[in-house]
């Protein structure tokens, strides 16, 4: 039964926002600020959020496209627990709502640390997982889905995991997040290929289905492009290390993925490793990201 639950979670993906938290945090250690107890508060509250996302998404997308969906991988298509009447749908439901109650209690604890900011931070993230799936917004239904996930996963969570170690603000620390937001917006617009023919006859207008396939491999290949040249932009225009520059050791497998992409585009079965390296490619690049500013704090 625990497998069954591990599956709803869809737990893989929980790499995309802590990876971020973890690049925000080494951020504030290159400059001389970092705790191992508020970390792993923003740890617990970030990736408690997204897996109560994951659980809301399952069961909005169990009333759509999700049973008309034939196409299944890996990496897309819902967890399918509903779909296989593994649990309930309010059982899902619940079980997202648990999730995100842990993670306001995160926040609340932060508050009570004297980080007063977290509840902004983390009621714009609650927000962006509610508007994402929920009715009426749904806007991963209506084309603004990528937007909404590349805000909530790259520069809210660097903005807000900065915030907590800190105790500052600043606009660096918001822009630091665009690489990480470029590619798990990645991931979502890979993982949309397969789901296309039933998203579209569920009415679920995502940007692949409004777009078309072809055209649609244009668009991941420009968002991965923005991810790395915004690292470049981070180190000429804002003034961040220059050894983060070490990110660009992934752009490898953000360069296969692409290659697949564009000759298994309207394979769902083949694309399944493409779907795999742009997963890859973002904890890579956050790892590496990390990596890159650990060593400025001593290297310089």
Same mark, same amino acid.
Not at 32 to 47: E, K
Not at 53 to 66: E, F, T, V
Not at 114 to 138: C, D, H, T
């Given at each position: ?10 737990? %893989?993906? #929980?790499?995309?926002? #802590?990876? /971020?938290? /973890? ?9 001389? &600020? $970092? ?6 508060? /923003? ?7 997204? +897996? ?20 299944? /991988? ?20 619940? +079980?997202?709502?648990? @999730? ?5 209690? &995160? ?13 902004? @931070? ?13 009715? %009426?917004?749904?806007?991963? *239904?209506?084309? +603004?889905?990528?937007?909404?996930? $590349? @805000?909530?996963?790259?520069? #809210? ?11 500052? =603000?600043?606009?660096? !620390?918001?822009?630091?997040? @665009? %690489? ?5 917006? !990645? ?5 949309? $290929? ?20 072809? *055209? ?21 225009? =804002? ?10 050791? *992934?752009? %490898? +497998? ?17 694309? =399944? ?8 490619? =973002?904890?890579?690049?956050?790892? #590496? ?12």
């Amino acid at each position: 039964m625990i497998g069954v639950y591990l599956k709803a979670l869809r737990a %893989p993906f #929980l790499m995309g926002s #802590l990876v /971020t938290v /973890t690049v925000a945090a080494a951020y504030a250690f290159s400059k001389g &600020s $970092f705790s191992p107890a508020l970390f792993g508060l /923003t740890l617990l509250g970030v990736g408690s959020l997204h +897996l109560g996302a994951n659980l809301l998404n399952d069961y909005y997308d169990a009333r759509g496209s999700d049973p008309i969906n034939l196409r299944l /991988t890996p990496f897309s298509g819902g967890s399918r627990v509903i779909q296989e009447g593994k649990l309930s749908a309010m059982t899902v439901l619940l +079980l997202g709502a648990a @999730f995100l109650a842990v993670g306001i209690g &995160s926040g609340i604890c932060l508050v009570i640390l004297e980080r007063p900011w977290v509840l902004i @931070f983390g009621g714009l993230g609650l927000f962006a997982g509610w508007v994402y799936s929920a009715s %009426p917004f749904q806007y991963m *239904s209506k084309g +603004l889905g990528e937007l909404v996930i $590349f @805000f909530a996963f790259g520069p #809210l969570i660097t903005l807000g995991a900065y915030y907590v170690m800190t105790d500052s =603000v600043n606009w660096s !620390a918001f822009v630091l997040g @665009f %690489p990480q937001g470029f590619l798990v917006a !990645a991931i979502i617009w890979i993982n949309e $290929f397969p789901d296309y023919e039933a998203d579209r006859k569920a009415g679920k207008r995502t940007l692949v289905v409004r777009l078309g396939l072809r *055209s649609s491999c244009y668009g991941y290949c420009v968002i991965v492009l923005c991810a790395f040249v915004s690292t470049i932009l981070l180190v000429g225009a =804002v003034g961040m290390p220059y050894l983060i520059m070490v990110s660009f050791a *992934s752009l %490898p +497998l953000a360069l296969k993925a692409t290659k697949i992409l564009w000759k298994q585009y309207r394979s769902h079965e083949r694309l =399944v490793p493409a779907q795999a390296m742009t997963i890859q490619t =973002v904890i890579a690049n956050g790892l #590496l990201l990390s990596l890159g500013f650990v060593l400025s704090r001593y290297i310089g």
